[in-house]
C-alpha cells in the first residue's frame, strides 16, 4: 500500500520535530516553509563573525524532547551544553545562585531562611495536583488554571519568594508577568525542569535547524494558502513559490504556525469556536540587544536575571565568551541584553538609539564596563517573539483540544502544532510537533 501523504506547513521547531518524526512513521512527508531558510523564530542572526542566538541558545538538561533530538540528529559539535552561571542583581550587586534546590534558594539574595520553608510543601502540593500537571498535555490543568502566580505564590509562599525565585523561573523562557501569567506555567516549569542544568548550545543552533529540515524533503520559499478539506478525505491547499503557484493534496496537513497564521491560511476551514480560539491567543513582544565586546567579561558563560522592578527594562543579560568552533569568536564576547516583555511592549517602535542607550545604560548600573567595551551593537525586535500562558490561557487550550477531537473523530485530518499550543520555548514547541505527529498515526496508520 502506497505510504499517506503528510504536508507540514511551517519550518520552525515545531514542524521541523512534526515532519521528521512523520517520516520515522513512514509517511510521505513534505515540508513547506515560506523563507527562504528554515527555523522560523529559532533562526539565529549572524553578523560579521558573531552569531546571535535570538532563542534558544539556552538548553535545559531537562529539555528532554530537545536534547533527544539533537542526540537523533547525530550532531556532536553543538553538545554537551556549556555550563551556564546563573546568577541575580540584587540592589546592584550580582550573585550567583544555585536555584535548583531548597538549600540554594535560601541562599538567593531578597529571600530570608525561613521564608523558604515554605517550599517544604511546594512537592507535596504538586503530587495533589496528579496527572492535572502535565507539560505534555497541558489541557489537563483547565481546572487549575484559575489564579495568577503572583497571587498563587504570595499565598502560599510569600512575596519574596515569588519576586526572587518562582517569577524568575518562568520568565527565562516566557518573559511572563507573574501578575498575569497563569500559576500552572509555574507548575509546569516546576514540575519538568526546574531541576535542569542550563547550558548553551557549543555551536550555532543553525547547524542544527539545517540538518533537521536536510532530513524530510522541505519546499523553501514555499507559501501555503487556501486550505480545505477534500470532500472524500484529506486535504487540498495552494502553494505559492517565487516563480509558480499550484494545487496541492495530501492526506492529512500539520499547520505548524503561530496561531494568526494559521487563522489567515485555513480560516475557512474552522468552526467559529476554533477560529475565536485561535485569534485570542496573545504574543509577548520581545527587543534584545546584543553587543559584541572586545573581551569576554568572565571565563564562563553566565545569565544573570533581573527580578521585577516597575519600569526597570532588562529581564537578563547572557554573557558568553568565545569558543573555538562557537557562536562567538574566540578571544571575544557577546552580551545579550534583553527586555522585560512589558518593557518591549512599550518601546517596540522607539528607534535603536533610544533602546540601545536605555538598555546598556541599566546594565551600566552593576556592569560599567559595558562603556566602550563593545565591537558593534545590533537591536533585536520581534513582535510575536513568545506566546503568552496567562490566567485563562490554559482553559482555552482545553476547550480548542475538545473541539479538535470533535474535529478528528469527523474525519478532518487537519492537525495543529506550535509554541501556544504546549508552553513557551523550543522543547515545548518540538512536543507539539510530535503530539501532531502522534495523532496523524493513530487516524492514519
Ligand atoms: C526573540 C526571541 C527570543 C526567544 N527566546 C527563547 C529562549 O530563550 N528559549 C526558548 O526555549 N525559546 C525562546 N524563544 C521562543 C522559541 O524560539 C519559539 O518558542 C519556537 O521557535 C517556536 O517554534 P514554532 O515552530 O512553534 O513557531 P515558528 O518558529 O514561528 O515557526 C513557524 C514557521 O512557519 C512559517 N510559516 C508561517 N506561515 C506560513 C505559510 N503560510 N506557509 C509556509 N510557511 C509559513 C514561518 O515562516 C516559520 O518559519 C524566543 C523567541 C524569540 C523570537
Not at 510521505?28 to 523564530?41: D, I, K, T
Not at 511546594?122 to 500537571?133: C, E, H, M
Not at 474535529?407 to 510530535?434: E, K, Q, T, V
Request: glycine share 10%; aromatic share 6%.
Amino acid at each position: 500500500m502506497a505510504a499517506k501523504q503528510v504536508a507540514v506547513v511551517g519550518a520552525g521547531i515545531a514542524g521541523l520535530g512534526a515532519a521528521r518524526r512523520l517520516a520515522q512513521l513512514g509517511f510521505q512527508v513534505a515540508l513547506f516553509e515560506r523563507e527562504q531558510s528554515p527555523g522560523g523564530r529559532a533562526r539565529p542572526v549572524v553578523r560579521e563573525d558573531f552569531t546571535i542566538e535570538r532563542a534558544g541558545a539556552i538548553v535545559s538538561s531537562a529539555d528532554r524532547a530537545l536534547m533527544g533530538w539533537i542526540g537523533e540528529l547525530d550532531l556532536p559539535e553543538l553538545l554537551p551544553p556549556r555550563p551556564v552561571v546563573s546568577a541575580l542583581a540584587h540592589r546592584d550587586r550580582v550573585q550567583v545562585v544555585d536555584s535548583r534546590s531548597l538549600s540554594g534558594i535560601a541562599r538567593i539574595p531578597g529571600i530570608r531562611i525561613h521564608q523558604t520553608l515554605g517550599l517544604l510543601r511546594l512537592p507535596r502540593l504538586v503530587a495533589r495536583y496528579g496527572n492535572r500537571i502535565d507539560p505534555e498535555r497541558p489541557e489537563r490543568a483547565a481546572s487549575l488554571d484559575d489564579r495568577s502566580l503572583a497571587d498563587f505564590g504570595r499565598l502560599y509562599f510569600g512575596a519574596r519568594v515569588t519576586r526572587h525565585w518562582m517569577a524568575p523561573l518562568v520568565s527565562r523562557t516566557s518573559l511572563a508577568d507573574a501578575r498575569e501569567a497563569s500559576r500552572v506555567l509555574f507548575l509546569h516549569q516546576y514540575r519538568d525542569g526546574a531541576g535542569g542544568r542550563l547550558g548553551l548550545l557549543r555551536a550555532s543552533s543553525q547547524e542544527l535547524i539545517d540538518r533537521a529540515a536536510c532530513s524530510v524533503p522541505a519546499a523553501l520559499g514555499a507559501c501555503v494558502a487556501n486550505v480545505e478539506s477534500r470532500s472524500g478525505g484529506g486535504v487540498r491547499f495552494r502553494v505559492r513559490e517565487a516563480e509558480r503557484e499550484r494545487t496541492a493534496e495530501a492526506d492529512a496537513m500539520v499547520l505548524a504556525v503561530p496561531a494568526p497564521e494559521a487563522v489567515a491560511l485555513a480560516g475557512a476551514e474552522f468552526s467559529f469556536a476554533e477560529r475565536d480560539g485561535l485569534e485570542k491567543v496573545r504574543y509577548t513582544p520581545e527587543i534584545s540587544l546584543a553587543v559584541a565586546l572586545r573581551r569576554p567579561f568572565h571565563p564562563h558563560p553566565q545569565l544573570i536575571q533581573f527580578p521585577h522592578r516597575e519600569g526597570w527594562p532588562l529581564e537578563s543579560v547572557l554573557l558568553e565568551p568565545g569558543l573555538e568552533g562557537g557562536r562567538v569568536p574566540v578571544g571575544r564576547g557577546l552580551a545579550l541584553l534583553r527586555a522585560t516583555g512589558r518593557w518591549s511592549a512599550a518601546y517596540f517602535e522607539a528607534p535603536d538609539e533610544t533602546v540601545g542607550k536605555d538598555l546598556v545604560a541599566a546594565l551600566g548600573g552593576i556592569f560599567p564596563r559595558i562603556h566602550g567595551a563593545g565591537i558593534f551593537a545590533e537591536v533585536l525586535r520581534e513582535k510575536r517573539a513568545v506566546p503568552r500562558f496567562d490566567v485563562g490561557r490554559y482553559r482555552a487550550i482545553a476547550s480548542f483540544a475538545r473541539v479538535q477531537a470533535d474535529r478528528r473523530r469527523r474525519g478532518r485530518r487537519i492537525y495543529f502544532a506550535g509554541d501556544y499550543l504546549m508552553g513557551p520555548g523550543w522543547n515545548a514547541a518540538l512536543r507539539s510537533g510530535y503530539r501532531a505527529a502522534a495523532d496523524i498515526a493513530e487516524d492514519l496508520g
